[in-house]
């Protein structure tokens, strides 16, 4: 199995940029796809983005495209999701997963001010 575990959330001004992190450790990394899915407050969580184990192909959500960018280090066992131009639809609290959803984070937080 792997752990994963969630960083870079705090609260940021709306128009902001900010990138979250996804450290995973355990099992061999690059074997598995990771997703990223969000949790607005009220709200059911929801897809964000894929990549799969090499970062060749990726998939987003489509209200995020062109915001949104998913990338990975495997090197370091790392998943990053790029933000730009936060607005305060963007609050919620953010996690990483396997594509399996076998495995999930706890998530980070994003609170986007206007």
């Known amino acids: 199995q792997i752990q994963l575990a969630e960083s870079g959330g705090g609260l940021v001004q709306a128009g902001d940029s900010l990138r979250l992190s996804c450290a995973a450790s355990g099992r061999t990394f690059e074997n598995f796809a990771m997703r990223w899915y969000r949790q607005a407050p009220g709200k059911e969580r929801i897809f964000v983005a894929d990549i799969n184990w090499n970062g060749n192909f990726i998939r987003y959500e489509d209200s995020v495209k062109g915001r949104f960018n998913v990338s990975r280090d495997n090197d370091k066992k790392m998943v990053y999701l790029q933000i730009d131009n936060l607005n305060t639809e963007d609050t919620a609290v953010y996690y990483c997963?396997?594509?399996?959803?076998?495995?999930w984070g706890k998530g980070t937080l994003v609170i986007v001010s206007s």
């Open positions: 997963a396997t594509r399996n959803l076998e495995y």
